[in-house]
């Protein structure tokens, strides 16, 4: 569920197709999306014995260690796009807000925590020309774990008095 005012236009990212972008300034740590109708999760083998063009194939995501979440809907969080130093950060099927983001500004996410270890995409960041290919279950939790926390110990500082 998205927790926001948004709309989808076509991407600022080269050959990216359509975006979400924001349409009131986000807050650095809000939580923008939540993950809500959670009918069912498959394990890897479950969705690999899928078609390949099926709505549930075509609209898992990664969401712990083995277990996908499908959406055949389709809602509007699939055009968050890609980025390697994204605004906004993808944890367990919540996404934060990395930094204060104006009104206006499309949203990424680094694809790299929803994809399998060595997962790769099919397309390379058109930022930086490299590969995108997906992290293993415990360097993903690290990597996102880290992210949070560099998001949050300024705040809990600040609110505890603890900041110097």
Not at 92 to 100: R, Y
Not at 134 to 159: C, D, I
Request: charged share 20%; glycine share 8%; aromatic share 12%.
């Amino acid at each position: 569920m998205l927790r926001f005012n948004f709309q989808v236009a076509p991407s600022l990212i080269p050959c990216a197709g359509l975006g979400l972008f924001t349409t009131e300034a986000i807050p650095r740590g809000k939580i923008l999306v939540v993950p809500n109708q959670v009918h069912e999760v498959y394990s890897r083998v479950e969705l690999m014995c899928l078609p390949p063009d099926s709505a549930e194939f075509n609209s898992s995501i990664r969401w712990f260690e083995d277990g996908y979440t499908v959406d055949p809907e389709k809602s509007d969080i699939f055009f968050i796009n890609h980025a390697f130093a994204p605004n906004c950060l993808w944890h367990l099927g919540f996404i934060f807000a990395l930094e204060d983001i104006a009104a206006g500004s499309e949203l990424t996410i680094d694809y790299r925590v929803l994809m399998d270890d060595g997962e790769e995409v099919g397309f390379t960041d058109s930022v930086t020309g490299r590969l995108i290919r997906g992290f293993g279950w415990n360097e993903k939790m690290v990597f996102t774990s880290r992210a949070l926390l560099h998001l949050y110990e300024g705040k809990a500082a600040k609110t505890s008095g603890m900041e110097s």
